[in-house]
């Protein structure tokens, strides 16, 4: 198990052991998965309702495969926890929030201040999202008629 620094969700977090995505759909019981680099995120959509934890890895912050795993399980409906793991910097976090991750266990810890910092900093955003309702800035400077 990981240890999860942040956590943005009011429902008990998991921590049933995540199983890969190869493994996931033989083990009938399983509520936990974890994807790692070069895994199709798209394996894991007949399986939504039974998924309580979904772990995406970073083994890179420099590798960002794991940013389109998690907004494609969001918009697909996932609504379970979606937690990044690994070698997760203060960079990113902001980012991977709008990609709906809403906990956060980085190999190193984060400074608490920078990380709020992050999440504060921008008022408006450059691409749409399914996750907190912000619309983007060409929205508002062109809303629709």
């Not at 990113?92 to 709020?116: E, S, T, Y």
């Not at 992050?118 to 399914?130: G, H, I, K, L, P």
Request: charge should be negative; aromatic fraction near 10%; glycine fraction near 6%.
């Amino acid at each position: 198990m990981v240890e999860v620094q942040f956590r943005f969700r009011d429902d008990e977090a998991v921590n049933d052991p995540a199983v890969t995505v190869d493994n996931f759909a033989e083990q009938s019981n399983a509520t936990a998965v974890r994807i790692e680099p070069g895994d199709d995120a798209r394996a894991l959509l007949p399986y939504l309702d039974r998924l309580a934890l979904v772990e995406v890895s970073f083994p890179a912050w420099t590798d960002g495969r794991g940013y389109s795993s998690g907004r494609l399980l969001r918009e697909a409906g996932y609504t379970g926890e979606l937690r990044a793991v690994g070698d997760v910097v203060v960079d990113m976090i902001a980012h991977l929030r709008r990609c709906g991750f809403d906990a956060f266990a980085p190999d190193k810890a984060l400074n608490p201040g920078d990380a709020q910092n992050t999440f504060d900093r921008w008022d408006n955003v450059y691409q749409a999202t399914v996750v907190d309702g912000r619309p983007a800035i060409w929205a508002k400077r062109h809303p629709a008629a």
